[in-house]
């Protein structure tokens, strides 16, 4: 009797057994791991090469004699900056320094005129507006630098160094190809005033040589942005 009972109590379990498993929830999934939200916040450091162009324009007094030439070439060096954004509005500072081989020789009436720069370099804000990875901002602040002058005529030579502090605005677009590496391109003018040569020896005691130097220069560049302090600001996913 008993025996006839177990074996339909057991068949009836075991064709029931699954139903009743279908019947359960299935096993939670876990979210996936929030995805950090890009910024241009943070420090960051990086390189930059290019071409410049300028204008030298001088004035020889007391003879009233002036003219103009175009000293050109490579500029290239490195720079730091640091960025704060809200929003979609970054702002930062940003400085650079480069080495360059802008120079130009030029003689009009008899006197060879040269002017060479062999460095120069920059403090300026930077204030864009972000369109998620790509940054387009315009920058303007001081700009520095050395300068190498010569007049060579008959009856002799004069060569004078000197650095001069003007001012330079630009504007560029730079685009972060990862969270961490961004590339750039950019374009500055810079005027950096006027600078007198003393030249005794060119055309006589009480002469002198007045440049006026302005540059233009376009630049690509890479940068490397240190992650903000705590993290990244992340976005969860659902």
């Given at each position: 009797m008993i025996r006839r009972f177990l074996v339909p109590a057991a068949a009836l379990a075991a064709v029931a057994a699954p139903a009743f498993a279908a019947d359960l929830a299935p096993p939670p999934v876990?979210?996936?791991?929030?995805?950090?939200?890009?910024?241009?916040?943070?420090?960051?450091?990086?390189?930059?090469?290019?071409?410049?162009?300028?204008?030298?324009?001088?004035?020889?007094?007391?003879?009233?004699?002036?003219?103009?030439?175009?000293?050109?070439?490579?500029?290239g060096g490195a720079h730091i900056g640091y960025n704060l954004q809200f929003n979609q509005f970054v702002a930062g500072?940003?400085?650079?320094?480069?080495?360059?081989?802008?120079?130009?020789?030029?003689?009009?009436?008899?006197?060879?005129?040269?002017?060479?720069?062999?460095?120069?370099?920059?403090?300026r804000g930077r204030v864009g507006v972000a369109f998620d990875r790509a940054l387009l901002y315009a920058t303007g602040g001081a700009e520095f630098a050395g300068f190498n002058t010569s007049e060579n005529g008959f009856p002799g030579f004069d060569q004078n160094s000197t650095t001069r502090t003007g001012w330079t605005v630009g504007?560029?677009?730079?685009?972060?190809?990862?969270?961490?590496?961004?590339?750039?391109?950019?374009?500055?003018?810079?005027?950096?005033?006027?600078?007198?040569?003393?030249?005794?020896?060119?055309?006589?005691?009480?002469s002198f040589v007045i440049h006026h130097e302005t540059e233009n220069a376009v630049r690509a560049g890479f940068s490397y942005k240190f992650d903000p302090f705590g993290g990244a600001p992340i976005a969860a996913q659902y």
């Open positions: 876990a979210p996936p791991p929030p995805v950090p939200l890009f910024t241009w916040a943070g420090l960051y450091l990086g390189g930059q090469i290019g071409y410049g162009w300028g204008t030298d324009t001088l004035t020889v007094f007391p003879r009233g004699f002036g003219t103009n030439f175009t000293p050109n070439g490579v500029v500072l940003e400085g650079d320094v480069e080495g360059t081989s802008i120079d130009s020789s030029f003689s009009p009436g008899g006197v060879l005129y040269s002017t060479r720069i062999p460095v120069q370099g920059s403090i504007g560029g677009i730079e685009y972060a190809v990862t969270g961490n590496w961004s590339i750039r391109a950019e374009y500055r003018y810079a005027d950096f005033g006027h600078l007198t040569d003393p030249t005794p020896f060119t055309f006589g005691f009480g």
